[in-house]
């Protein structure tokens, strides 16, 4: 069953799908996705990644061992496409990585930048040299402006190139501009072109019936749209949409039966676009970047578009103190802090020359009452939550360029560190800033309070959380001595009691 020769349907549900299940799929499902593609009007089936090995855990799907291709041709007569990552091709022998799969895939796909293409040409003349048809997946395309050094490379894509497809990384491009973009690759290009839309701004279908106005050939679908983020072009859409308006064959009986086979796992997985995707797509904004800073809660979504519209730091002065304390002790945001305040204040009341420094906003509200000098490690927007800044005496920043930056006005004692000598990683993390800051006004004592940790991890923000400060306390009990006075689950500190330390 084809669409003849105007329109090709690539369906990569597996391999852009595997995003959200590390690509490990129930054998079961995958038997009957294959069973249900094959009576469908598609041309190509991308099952997943081929790839060299890694230092963690990726699936069957992402790694294509020759035996589970052999058992995907057992299953269906459709073309299969695999793809590789022009990122991790370097130093590869793809002749080692790809000759044993030639009897049972048709298509390489290779995703590139397109600022990386002359490599990436490279790599598509090898492969082609193998005997495989090549595909050129072309990332970013809403950033490619009609001056982009991708054009001066058509020429040779002309001549190793099988198809020319355009990535929608970001879900951000509009009808008129892919329309254009299109027009300019055509006055070069004499190859199929092929589009792979996300659907961030809910424009996947729009900007498809677009291109294909256009003449592209190739189009990329998902069954409910499965995939990385905001997720794809819907396959059952696409091919309903074509039955309806170009009557082409299709059996929606077969195709609701795929469609109801992946249901569980997008009740499990959730993926589609929000809120989030949607200002991701407007501001063609990495949405996995976006996703981990707004998931650990530590920018807000102004924080991030302002950063990436201003593109600029307000750089403060440097942070220094003429004073030196005996002891700091650092405030987390652990539920020991309510429970042991009183023990903790009287703590702090018997303690010699102490430096609070709060490394959240949220227990802020209890110190306010306390005659102690406090500073406060500020990360992302933590500022916003802040109701009473009146108490805290210095505001103390990671260095700049930072991430992101934060909202401020002039009122506020803002200071910057000059560096962060004892880690090279987690330079925005409050608790980062904080060691940071004990380090720089060569406190001898450092001790914790709210550091409690998770008993039982219910979120990704706890598991990042938990790790960030892991990491962060691994390395910097190699430089000092860390304290913590309240119950905590993380290693490598000391433990003492809040309550033995002020018997």
């Given at each position: 069953?084809?669409?003849?020769?105007?329109?090709?349907v690539?369906?990569?549900?597996?391999r852009?799908?595997g995003?959200?299940?590390?690509w490990d799929?129930?054998?079961?499902l995958?038997?009957?996705?294959?069973?249900y593609i094959s009576?469908?009007?598609?041309e190509?089936?991308e099952?997943g990644?081929?790839s060299?090995?890694?230092d963690?855990?990726f699936?069957?799907f992402f790694?294509l061992?020759?035996?589970?291709?052999?058992?995907?041709?057992?299953?269906?007569?459709?073309?299969?496409?695999?793809?590789?990552?022009a990122?991790?091709c370097?130093?590869?022998?793809?002749?080692?990585?790809?000759s044993?799969?030639?009897d049972?895939?048709?298509?390489i796909?290779?995703?590139t930048?397109?600022?990386?293409?002359?490599?990436?040409?490279?790599l598509?003349?090898?492969i082609?040299?193998?005997?495989?048809?090549v595909?050129?997946?072309?990332?970013?395309?809403?950033?490619?402006d009609?001056?982009?050094?991708?054009?001066?490379?058509?020429?040779?894509?002309?001549?190793?190139?099988?198809?020319?497809n355009?990535?929608?990384?970001?879900g951000?491009?509009?009808?008129?501009?892919?329309?254009?973009?299109i027009?300019?690759?055509?006055?070069?290009?004499?190859i199929?072109?092929?589009?792979h839309g996300?659907?961030?701004?809910?424009l996947?279908?729009?900007?498809t019936?677009e291109?294909i106005e256009?003449?592209?050939?190739?189009?990329?679908?998902t069954?409910?749209?499965m995939?990385?983020?905001?997720?794809n072009?819907?396959?059952?859409?696409?091919l309903?949409?074509?039955k309806?308006?170009?009557?082409?064959?299709?059996?929606l009986?077969?195709l609701g039966?795929?469609?109801?086979i992946?249901?569980?796992?997008?009740?499990k997985?959730?993926w589609?676009?929000?809120?989030?995707?949607?200002?991701?797509?407007?501001?063609?904004?990495p949405?996995?970047?976006?996703?981990?800073a707004l998931?650990?809660?530590?920018y807000?979504?102004?924080?991030?578009?302002?950063?990436?519209?201003?593109?600029?730091n307000?750089?403060l002065?440097?942070?220094?103190d003429?004073?030196r304390?005996?002891?700091?002790?650092?405030?987390g945001?652990?539920?020991?802090?309510a429970?042991?305040?009183?023990?903790?204040?009287?703590?702090?009341?018997k303690?010699?020359?102490?430096?609070?420094?709060?490394?959240?906003?949220k227990?802020i509200?209890l110190f306010?009452e306390?005659?102690?000098l406090?500073?406060?490690?500020?990360?992302g927007?933590?500022?916003?939550?802040l109701?009473d800044?009146?108490?805290?005496?210095k505001?103390?920043?990671?260095p700049?360029p930072r991430?992101?930056s934060?909202n401020?006005?002039?009122?506020?004692?803002?200071y910057?560190?000059?560096k962060?000598?004892f880690?090279?990683?987690?330079?925005d993390?409050?608790?980062t800033i904080?060691l940071?800051?004990?380090?720089?006004?060569k406190t001898p004592?450092?001790?914790?309070?709210?550091?409690?940790?998770?008993g039982?991890l219910?979120?990704?923000k706890?598991?990042?959380?938990?790790?960030?400060?892991?990491?962060?306390i691994d390395?910097?009990?190699k430089?000092?001595?860390?304290?913590?006075?309240?119950?905590?689950?993380?290693?490598?500190?000391?433990?003492?009691?809040?309550y033995?330390?002020?018997?």
């Amino acid at each position: 069953m084809s669409l003849g020769k105007e329109i090709k349907v690539l369906d990569c549900t597996l391999r852009d799908g595997g995003y959200y299940t590390n690509w490990d799929f129930e054998r079961e499902l995958t038997k009957k996705y294959f069973g249900y593609i094959s009576q469908l009007p598609i041309e190509y089936v991308e099952v997943g990644y081929r790839s060299r090995l890694k230092d963690e855990y990726f699936g069957e799907f992402f790694y294509l061992p020759l035996s589970t291709l052999q058992n995907i041709k057992k299953y269906t007569s459709k073309k299969i496409a695999v793809m590789l990552n022009a990122k991790d091709c370097d130093g590869i022998d793809l002749k080692d990585l790809l000759s044993d799969v030639k009897d049972y895939v048709s298509l390489i796909r290779v995703a590139t930048d397109p600022k990386k293409i002359e490599f990436s040409i490279r790599l598509a003349k090898e492969i082609k040299s193998l005997g495989f048809d090549v595909a050129l997946n072309i990332m970013y395309i809403s950033k490619i402006d009609h001056n982009h050094i991708f054009f001066d490379f058509i020429s040779e894509i002309n001549d190793c190139v099988d198809v020319l497809n355009l990535v929608d990384s970001y879900g951000s491009i509009y009808p008129h501009e892919l329309k254009n973009l299109i027009k300019n690759i055509q006055n070069k290009a004499n190859i199929p072109l092929g589009f792979h839309g996300h659907n961030n701004l809910e424009l996947t279908l729009a900007n498809t019936l677009e291109s294909i106005e256009c003449g592209v050939s190739y189009i990329d679908s998902t069954i409910l749209g499965m995939g990385r983020g905001a997720g794809n072009l819907k396959t059952e859409l696409l091919l309903t949409y074509l039955k309806s308006k170009q009557n082409i064959e299709v059996d929606l009986n077969v195709l609701g039966k795929l469609t109801e086979i992946f249901l569980p796992l997008q009740a499990k997985y959730k993926w589609g676009t929000n809120f989030a995707y949607m200002v991701s797509g407007a501001y063609s904004l990495p949405q996995k970047d976006v996703m981990e800073a707004l998931e650990i809660d530590r920018y807000s979504l102004t924080g991030i578009v302002n950063q990436i519209k201003n593109n600029s730091n307000i750089e403060l002065p440097i942070f220094s103190d003429v004073r030196r304390f005996d002891n700091c002790l650092i405030i987390g945001g652990g539920q020991s802090v309510a429970c042991h305040f009183e023990a903790t204040k009287e703590f702090m009341n018997k303690t010699q020359n102490l430096l609070i420094i709060h490394s959240t906003s949220k227990h802020i509200e209890l110190f306010k009452e306390i005659d102690i000098l406090q500073y406060f490690s500020v990360a992302g927007d933590e500022l916003l939550k802040l109701d009473d800044t009146k108490k805290i005496d210095k505001y103390i920043l990671e260095p700049s360029p930072r991430k992101i930056s934060s909202n401020f006005n002039d009122s506020f004692n803002m200071y910057e560190l000059e560096k962060i000598e004892f880690i090279n990683s987690y330079h925005d993390s409050p608790l980062t800033i904080g060691l940071q800051a004990g380090l720089d006004i060569k406190t001898p004592n450092i001790y914790l309070a709210g550091f409690d940790g998770y008993g039982e991890l219910k979120s990704k923000k706890e598991l990042y959380l938990m790790q960030e400060n892991q990491a962060i306390i691994d390395e910097f009990v190699k430089k000092k001595r860390l304290v913590s006075i309240t119950a905590t689950k993380y290693k490598k500190l000391e433990e003492s009691s809040v309550y033995g330390m002020i018997v």
